[in-house]
C-alpha cells in the first residue's frame, strides 16, 4: 500500500502560481512513476502530467504546457507540481496518484484526497 497526501492548494489570482506537493508512506516511492490529476466542478477527472519513478522523463498535458512542472524528489517521497501563469480554468481539484507512467487513470494504483486550488479571475 501507498498512502499519498497532497497539499498546497489555495486561492490565487489569475497569472499567479501554486506549488502542489504530494507526500508518499507506505511502499517503496521510488518503484512507482507519479501523476498528477484534476477534477473541475462538473467535469471529469482528466490527466495533467507524470513522471517516470526516476525522473528522467516527464510528460504534461498541452494545455498546460509551458506552465506547469512536475518533478520529484525520491529521498523526500514527494512529487511536486509548480504551476505558473494560472488561469481560472485550472479551478479544479487536483489529485497526485501513484502507478505507470502513462495518461490513463486505470493505469494508476494509489491515490491521494485532492487538494483544491480556485484560481480568480
Known amino acids: 500500500q501507498v498512502q499519498l497526501v497532497e497539499s498546497g492548494g489555495g486561492l490565487v489570482q489569475a497569472g499567479g502560481s501554486l506549488r502542489l506537493s504530494c507526500v508518499a508512506s507506505?511502499?517503496?516511492?521510488?518503484?512507482?512513476?507519479m501523476g498528477w490529476f484534476r477534477q473541475a466542478p462538473g467535469k471529469e477527472r482528466e490527466f495533467v502530467a507524470f513522471i517516470t519513478w526516476s525522473g528522467g522523463s516527464r510528460y504534461v498535458e498541452d494545455s498546460v504546457k509551458g506552465r506547469f512542472t512536475i518533478s520529484r524528489d525520491n529521498a523526500k517521497s514527494t512529487v511536486y507540481l509548480q504551476m505558473n501563469s494560472l488561469k481560472a480554468e485550472d479551478t479544479a481539484v487536483y489529485y497526485c496518484a501513484a502507478g505507470r507512467p502513462v495518461i490513463y487513470e486505470r493505469s494508476y494504483d494509489y491515490w491521494g484526497q485532492g487538494t483544491q486550488v480556485t484560481v480568480s479571475s
Open positions: 507506505g511502499r517503496t516511492f521510488s518503484s512507482y512513476a
